[in-house]
């Protein structure tokens, strides 16, 4: 029998931490592992209880949400964890910023409860969970701020014609459904394609491809 996922939750708002406590271990294949209120101490318990995902609240005392993931899953970090940031749709820069911190996706607060769960488990196997449409929205409020920096340009491409069209594609907030209508391919293509471009970029998910490509200049 598979081991279910450990999750640590977050929150500075008992009210909403606890209901996020109950509705994560009501699930047979999930188990809170551990729950606090502020930043450093989601730190703490992170590397002591080492669990499978972080629920993680932007705005909390003490550390707030973004630096607590730059800690947990950021550039640097040796062994870096997975977080799932919650927010509220009016504080989409601080979306910006925490999958630019590591984030491995996001959710709104306001999320139904079976959302949260996919989210878990999505973030848990390894995926990203970044909604298209948001998205389109958040890359387009926020393109300016990742455009390359000079000396971080378009640089030696490694990717094939196909994975560029594909790494494009996602930028653009396209689901793989979306990608293989788009390119006429199978969504197991799809899956390959996203893999190997991925690997050949040194990227863990989608969200850090989004960010690769604006900061490389391959989308605009």
Same mark, same amino acid.
């Given at each position: 029998?598979?081991?279910?996922?450990?999750?640590?939750?977050?929150?500075?708002?008992?009210?909403?931490?606890?209901?996020?406590?109950?509705?994560?271990?009501?699930?047979?294949?999930?188990?809170?592992a551990? *729950?606090?209120?502020?930043?450093r101490?989601?730190?703490?318990?992170?590397?002591?209880?080492?669990?499978?995902?972080?629920?993680?609240?932007?705005?909390?005392p003490?550390?707030?949400?973004? *630096?607590?993931?730059?800690?947990?899953?950021?550039?640097?970090?040796?062994?870096?964890?997975?977080?799932?940031?919650?927010?509220?749709?009016?504080?989409?820069?601080?979306?910006?910023?925490?999958?630019?911190?590591?984030?491995?996706?996001?959710?709104?607060?306001?999320?139904?409860?079976?959302?949260?769960?996919?989210?878990?488990?999505?973030v848990?196997?390894?995926?990203?969970?970044?909604d298209?449409?948001?998205?389109r929205?958040?890359?387009g409020r926020y393109?300016?701020?990742?455009?390359?920096?000079?000396?971080e340009?378009?640089?030696?491409n490694?990717?094939?014609?196909? *994975?560029? *069209?594909?790494?494009?594609?996602?930028?653009?907030?396209?689901?793989?459904?979306e990608?293989?209508?788009?390119?006429?391919?199978?969504?197991?293509?799809v899956k390959t394609?996203?893999?190997?471009?991925?690997?050949?970029?040194?990227?863990?998910?989608r969200?850090?491809?989004?960010?690769?490509?604006?900061?490389h200049?391959?989308?605009?």
């Amino acid at each position: 029998m598979t081991a279910p996922t450990r999750v640590l939750v977050c929150d500075d708002q008992m009210l909403v931490r606890t209901g996020l406590v109950t509705i994560i271990d009501a699930q047979p294949d999930l188990d809170v592992a551990g *729950e606090c209120g502020d930043g450093r101490t989601a730190v703490d318990l992170a590397a002591r209880l080492r669990p499978d995902v972080v629920v993680m609240d932007v705005r909390m005392p003490v550390l707030d949400g973004i *630096e607590a993931t730059r800690l947990l899953a950021g550039a640097g970090v040796a062994e870096p964890g997975k977080v799932l940031v919650v927010t509220t749709f009016n504080l989409d820069e601080y979306v910006y910023r925490a999958l630019r911190a590591g984030a491995s996706g996001f959710l709104l607060k306001d999320s139904p409860p079976d959302r949260l769960l996919h989210g878990i488990r999505t973030v848990a196997a390894g995926a990203a969970l970044l909604d298209p449409e948001v998205t389109r929205q958040l890359v387009g409020r926020y393109a300016s701020r990742i455009r390359p920096a000079e000396d971080e340009g378009p640089a030696d491409n490694p990717l094939t014609p196909r *994975e560029l *069209e594909v790494l494009r594609l996602i930028a653009d907030g396209h689901s793989n459904s979306e990608i293989a209508a788009t390119l006429m391919i199978s969504q197991e293509t799809v899956k390959t394609f996203v893999s190997r471009m991925l690997a050949k970029l040194g990227l863990r998910d989608r969200v850090q491809a989004v960010i690769y490509a604006f900061r490389h200049g391959l989308v605009t």
